[in-house]
């Protein structure tokens, strides 16, 4: 991964398209947001990390936490996914990997002994005040949402 946005920094803009085509800015929370990045819908790591997060998400409301999937999947196949796991999180649309790359989520990935260039599954806590507070990269999805959940309860007790 490149270009992470480093603990204390600010959080890279964004301005992206939600599963209902309507536009998501960083600016328009000002609560905590949690900002993960992960490679593509319905997909068995995907779907176990969404569903995590969308079991969590009362805990993440209580607090003041907004949670945030991104992928390159369309809005189309982002409303699919939410409906097939009835989740509730939101997920943006970013096909031309502007916002996964601002972020340093893209990069160089191997599998099965190929290399491609995709998502790099990592995920963002993002203070109230627009700072990076946190930083997971390479994730691994089992456990990952209760993770994100105690370090922003830790957080928070400050």
Request: aromatic content about 10%; some cysteine; proline content about 6%.
């Amino acid at each position: 991964m490149t270009n992470i946005p480093e603990i204390g920094k600010p959080a890279p803009n964004f301005s992206t398209p939600d599963q209902n085509d309507q536009i998501v800015n960083l600016t328009d929370f000002s609560q905590w947001v949690v900002l993960y990045f992960y490679p593509k819908d319905n997909t068995p790591g995907c779907t176990t990390e969404a569903i995590d997060f969308t079991n969590l998400s009362a805990e993440f409301t209580a607090l003041n936490a907004k949670i945030i999937g991104v992928s390159p999947d369309s809005s189309t196949s982002h409303c699919k996914f939410i409906t097939k796991h009835n989740l509730s999180i939101t997920l943006l649309t970013d096909p031309e990997h502007q916002l996964i790359e601002s972020y340093g989520a893209w990069g160089l990935k191997k599998f099965m002994g190929k290399e491609y260039m995709g998502v790099i599954r990592s995920t963002f806590l993002i203070s109230p005040d627009k700072n990076i507070t946190h930083v997971w990269s390479n994730v691994k999805t089992k456990g990952h949402a209760q993770a994100v959940l105690k370090k922003l309860q830790e957080l928070s007790v400050k």
